[in-house]
């Protein structure tokens, strides 16, 4: 019986390779990345949320929305909603892609607020692929969901 030297790269090199295909094996029917479907548990887009004294203000990247018509923002007191649909630019079958990261598909994501504030006086908008949402803070009142134009 011989011995076989032991190459512990060699194996880390081929977990890896097993791994990376693994990942791309589920991941090519699905194309979603950090998007959500509507009913799915999953992340929306990537955003940052802080306060000054007289607002909160949540910025949101947004890569590949072609116009503020295809992102929908609403707010109540106490929270903010996100909803579009990134379109894939050209029309491919899946099984043409030799490799693809980009992200398309529809998006849904509803984001709890650290305070109170005032949705009738929020402000939006997109430029460069960042949403920026600006609400004014409020003393506590009432719900209500306010639908908020973006320019």
């Known amino acids: 019986m011989g011995f076989t030297r032991w190459d512990p790269a060699h194996e880390l090199q081929a977990l890896r390779h097993q791994m990376n295909r693994l990942l791309d094996e589920t991941m090519r029917g699905r194309r979603f990345g950090w998007w959500r479907r509507p009913g799915l548990p999953e992340a929306g887009p990537r955003l ?10 949540v910025t949101a990247e947004l890569p590949g929305i072609e116009s503020k018509e295809d992102v929908e923002v609403t707010a109540t ?20 892609y030799y490799h693809s990261e980009r992200y398309y598909g529809a998006f849904q994501r ?21 949403l920026e949402v600006r609400l004014p803070k ?14």
Do not use: C, F, M, W
């Open 138 to 151: 409020a003393e506590p009142g009432r719900d209500r969901t306010v639908r908020i134009d973006v320019h």
């Open 110 to 130: 509803t984001l709890p607020l650290p305070v109170k504030v005032k949705p009738v006086e929020a402000r939006a908008t997109y430029r460069n692929g960042v």
């Open 77 to 96: 007191e106490d929270s903010l909603s996100l909803k579009g649909e990134i379109k894939r630019g050209q029309d491919l079958r899946d099984e043409n």
């Open 48 to 57: 940052d949320v802080y306060q000054t004294d007289t607002e909160v203000v």
